[in-house]
């Protein structure tokens, strides 16, 4: 790989970074050789506890058995609010940027402490207790971050669902958890457009009797449907409250929240973080992997909704006493300066993104970013898919300006928190690689004999040891938990991507080696899409898979075999792609559909999803064998009519 260029750290960056090479290399050794001691002082340093650990952390990776901090006692919100206060009460916490650009707001420490007290003191009053679980059904609004951290005040259990998902998706999740308490708001607004939360909240509803409350956060004034048994307007019910609530003191290993994520088999999972590792590895990295110093503003464009909210919006920075910006609104609205308007607005010194959104802008031409400052840019960051090294270097050049490193991040709603990245001040860059591994981490390749791979070479991604904020369990199934993570290779976990290493280690995802989408970074399992499909009655069989789109990284193909007699036509189609609109959300349109009469199938009856991904991806000369198919002729109809019909 002696052709891929190679992006040194600049001089000046490295005169003033936390971490240089030398030290990154120390405190790696240390991680991998005295993990105990390592931890327990990086544990010391960034978290307060009310009791201490009385053993650093016991796993057993073949039954998915993960403890750190055994006998630790904290809170969250003491964590990431009360203990900030004496030295940051008028420091801003969050800066809201508004869909509207003429909207913003600062919210200091001491005002975050107001709100999430009184709305903590609300959630009690209503009944709920330490490991009772809440669904937060949200627009990017800080009420959002409120809910989170008065969750955490008494030791409830959040659940967050992305506000793209549809009441369907919104009720599995609900029900799955248990939740008795939703809160959510009138709408959302995005791109100007306004979100029906609240009805989307009611249909689910209808079918979650257990649910007694739903806090609603007056957020457009948009007409509601109103329930009295259970709906309460937020700004009511918190106005009545005390502006201190005792912080519930919760053990280590107590539940901090649910977020469900795609597999490759069934419904989503329920991703289970507990408290202590979660927020000590969220906090360490984002100020290692961003190299976050006193008084940076901090942006990170993700939704609340998606694990890279919870850790980089909201955990990891208020953890670090951080200003962080959260941002209700879409990168190209009202146009595709919108970033860089808001970066020069607010000062933005460090920007964290998806690949999907660079190039999205970058397709936009480079007059959007240039007539823009962006001086206060100082480390760039990507993550949710491998980048295009076009891209990468296209956000490098214009964007940074040739002067920030990007940090490309590697990681999972499973392993809570950052576990491939380079420190910028400490590791050369080469575009597309999210480089080595954060401290503690110990990645291998494994071949398809489970052997380890040495040195250079690929194969899939597995980890060998345990990390703080690694997935605890799949909430109520635990087996399937050690099914989907510890069972394919017993001893590592699992992540259900390749990659390669190159000579100087370097790890270059290639991507998911299992029947999981990465559309636009948001992660939706092919058969999610296909049990859609085959809701609808003219549907027989549906086979999903992922090609590559400009854009979205991956799009969604889907081929349909109808019902006999059942006559194609571009009607059914639009009625197919709202049915996946309404099962799962508008991130699960399939882009194409093509009209399958028969589907390649071994004699066992199994889909060969490998060829209706090279038919989809135009990869028609590495086929591979298809003479051991069931019906062959199929493979010729399929190319025939690729991207039509
Ligand atoms: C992919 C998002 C390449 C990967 C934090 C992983 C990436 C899945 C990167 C997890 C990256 C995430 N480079 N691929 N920097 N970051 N991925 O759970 O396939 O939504 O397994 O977590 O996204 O997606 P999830």
């Given at each position: 790989m002696s052709d891929v260029p190679r992006y040194p750290v600049p001089e000046d960056f490295k005169k003033k970074t936390l971490i240089d090479n030398e030290r990154y290399k120390s405190m790696y050794d240390a991680s991998i050789n005295n993990p105990d001691e390592f931890w327990s002082e990086q544990a010391r340093q960034f978290l307060t506890w009310q009791k201490p650990w009385t053993q650093v952390t016991r796993s057993d990776l073949r039954k998915g058995k993960v403890e750190w901090f055994i006998d630790g006692k904290l809170n969250v919100s003491v964590n990431c609010i009360d203990r900030h206060l004496p030295a940051?009460?008028?420091?801003?916490a969050i800066i809201w940027e508004g869909d509207n650009p003429a909207e913003d707001k600062h919210i200091t420490y001491a005002e975050l402490h107001r709100e999430v007290n009184k709305l903590a003191n609300a959630l009690r009053a209503r009944?709920?207790?330490?490991g009772d679980r809440v669904c937060i059904y949200m627009p990017m609004i800080p009420e959002a971050t409120y809910a989170m951290l008065a969750c955490t005040r008494i030791g409830a259990v959040h659940s967050i669902v992305f506000g793209g998902f549809s009441p369907d998706a919104l009720k599995d999740r609900i029900q799955n958890a248990g939740c008795e308490v939703l809160i959510t708001a009138d709408e959302g607004l995005r791109g100007g457009k306004r979100v029906p939360l609240k009805k989307n909240a009611d249909a689910a509803l209808a079918h979650c009797p257990e649910v007694h409350t739903n806090i609603v956060v007056r957020r457009t004034g948009g007409d509601v449907v109103w329930n009295d048994a259970k709906d309460v307007w937020y700004h009511e019910l918190v106005?009545?409250?005390?502006?201190?609530c005792e912080p519930?003191?919760?053990?280590?290993?107590?539940?901090?929240f649910i977020l469900y994520t795609s597999g490759s088999t069934g419904k989503p999972k329920g991703v289970l973080h507990t408290t202590g590792g979660y927020l000590l590895q969220a906090a360490m990295t984002h100020k290692y992997v961003f190299d976050y110093q006193e008084g940076d503003v901090y942006w990170c464009?993700?939704?609340?909704?998606?694990v890279t909210g919870h850790s980089y919006i909201v955990y990891g920075p208020l953890a670090n006493g951080a200003t962080t910006l959260m941002f209700?609104?879409?990168?190209?609205?009202?146009?595709?300066?919108r970033c860089w308007q808001v970066v020069d607005k607010h000062k933005v010194n460090i920007f964290y993104t998806a690949p999907t959104a660079i190039r999205a802008l970058m397709g936009a031409g480079d007059d959007w970013v240039t007539k823009?400052?962006?001086?206060?840019?100082?480390v760039l960051g990507t993550v949710g898919e491998p980048i295009n090294p076009e891209a990468w270097q296209w956000f490098y050049r214009?964007?940074?300006?040739?002067?920030c490193p990007i940090v490309d991040t590697w990681w999972q709603t499973e392993t809570g928190?950052?576990?491939?990245?380079?420190l910028p001040g400490a590791i050369d860059l080469k575009p597309g690689s999210a480089t080595v591994p954060f401290f503690g981490v110990e990645p291998v390749l494994v071949d398809a004999e489970g052997n380890e791979v040495q040195g250079a070479g690929e194969g899939n991604l597995c980890i060998k040891r345990a990390w703080p904020?690694?997935?605890?369990?799949?909430y109520g199934d635990h087996q399937r938990c050690i099914d989907t993570?510890?069972?394919?290779?017993?001893?590592y976990y699992f992540t259900g991507d390749g990659a390669r290493r190159d000579e100087d280690g370097y790890y270059w995802i290639t991507g998911?080696?299992?029947?999981?989408l990465n559309v636009s970074g948001h992660r939706m399992g092919t058969a999610e899409v296909e049990s859609a499909l085959v809701l609808?009655?003219?549907?027989a069989e549906a086979a999903v898979v992922g090609y590559p789109h400009d854009i979205k990284g991956q799009g969604i193909y889907a081929y349909v075999t109808l019902m006999d007699g059942t006559e194609p036509d571009d009607n059914l189609k639009k009625e197919l792609v709202a049915l996946c609109v309404r099962e799962?959300?508008?991130?699960?349109?399939?882009d194409v559909i093509q009209w399958a009469p028969g589907l390649p199938k071994t004699?066992?009856?199994?889909?060969m999803r490998r060829i209706l991904r090279k038919i989809a991806a135009n990869e028609?000369?590495?086929?591979?064998?298809?003479?051991?198919?069931?019906?062959?002729a199929v493979v010729d109809d399929l190319i025939a009519n690729r991207h039509g019909r």
């Amino acid at each position: 790989m002696s052709d891929v260029p190679r992006y040194p750290v600049p001089e000046d960056f490295k005169k003033k970074t936390l971490i240089d090479n030398e030290r990154y290399k120390s405190m790696y050794d240390a991680s991998i050789n005295n993990p105990d001691e390592f931890w327990s002082e990086q544990a010391r340093q960034f978290l307060t506890w009310q009791k201490p650990w009385t053993q650093v952390t016991r796993s057993d990776l073949r039954k998915g058995k993960v403890e750190w901090f055994i006998d630790g006692k904290l809170n969250v919100s003491v964590n990431c609010i009360d203990r900030h206060l004496p030295a940051r009460a008028n420091q801003v916490a969050i800066i809201w940027e508004g869909d509207n650009p003429a909207e913003d707001k600062h919210i200091t420490y001491a005002e975050l402490h107001r709100e999430v007290n009184k709305l903590a003191n609300a959630l009690r009053a209503r009944g709920v207790k330490k490991g009772d679980r809440v669904c937060i059904y949200m627009p990017m609004i800080p009420e959002a971050t409120y809910a989170m951290l008065a969750c955490t005040r008494i030791g409830a259990v959040h659940s967050i669902v992305f506000g793209g998902f549809s009441p369907d998706a919104l009720k599995d999740r609900i029900q799955n958890a248990g939740c008795e308490v939703l809160i959510t708001a009138d709408e959302g607004l995005r791109g100007g457009k306004r979100v029906p939360l609240k009805k989307n909240a009611d249909a689910a509803l209808a079918h979650c009797p257990e649910v007694h409350t739903n806090i609603v956060v007056r957020r457009t004034g948009g007409d509601v449907v109103w329930n009295d048994a259970k709906d309460v307007w937020y700004h009511e019910l918190v106005a009545q409250q005390a502006e201190f609530c005792e912080p519930e003191i919760v053990d280590a290993e107590d539940p901090l929240f649910i977020l469900y994520t795609s597999g490759s088999t069934g419904k989503p999972k329920g991703v289970l973080h507990t408290t202590g590792g979660y927020l000590l590895q969220a906090a360490m990295t984002h100020k290692y992997v961003f190299d976050y110093q006193e008084g940076d503003v901090y942006w990170c464009t993700a939704d609340v909704g998606w694990v890279t909210g919870h850790s980089y919006i909201v955990y990891g920075p208020l953890a670090n006493g951080a200003t962080t910006l959260m941002f209700e609104g879409v990168p190209t609205w009202p146009d595709a300066s919108r970033c860089w308007q808001v970066v020069d607005k607010h000062k933005v010194n460090i920007f964290y993104t998806a690949p999907t959104a660079i190039r999205a802008l970058m397709g936009a031409g480079d007059d959007w970013v240039t007539k823009t400052s962006r001086a206060s840019l100082r480390v760039l960051g990507t993550v949710g898919e491998p980048i295009n090294p076009e891209a990468w270097q296209w956000f490098y050049r214009v964007v940074g300006d040739n002067r920030c490193p990007i940090v490309d991040t590697w990681w999972q709603t499973e392993t809570g928190a950052h576990m491939l990245a380079p420190l910028p001040g400490a590791i050369d860059l080469k575009p597309g690689s999210a480089t080595v591994p954060f401290f503690g981490v110990e990645p291998v390749l494994v071949d398809a004999e489970g052997n380890e791979v040495q040195g250079a070479g690929e194969g899939n991604l597995c980890i060998k040891r345990a990390w703080p904020s690694q997935i605890r369990s799949v909430y109520g199934d635990h087996q399937r938990c050690i099914d989907t993570y510890y069972s394919t290779y017993p001893g590592y976990y699992f992540t259900g991507d390749g990659a390669r290493r190159d000579e100087d280690g370097y790890y270059w995802i290639t991507g998911r080696v299992d029947d999981v989408l990465n559309v636009s970074g948001h992660r939706m399992g092919t058969a999610e899409v296909e049990s859609a499909l085959v809701l609808h009655e003219s549907v027989a069989e549906a086979a999903v898979v992922g090609y590559p789109h400009d854009i979205k990284g991956q799009g969604i193909y889907a081929y349909v075999t109808l019902m006999d007699g059942t006559e194609p036509d571009d009607n059914l189609k639009k009625e197919l792609v709202a049915l996946c609109v309404r099962e799962i959300g508008a991130i699960a349109k399939p882009d194409v559909i093509q009209w399958a009469p028969g589907l390649p199938k071994t004699r066992s009856g199994k889909i060969m999803r490998r060829i209706l991904r090279k038919i989809a991806a135009n990869e028609l000369d590495s086929l591979g064998d298809t003479t051991t198919l069931a019906d062959p002729a199929v493979v010729d109809d399929l190319i025939a009519n690729r991207h039509g019909r």
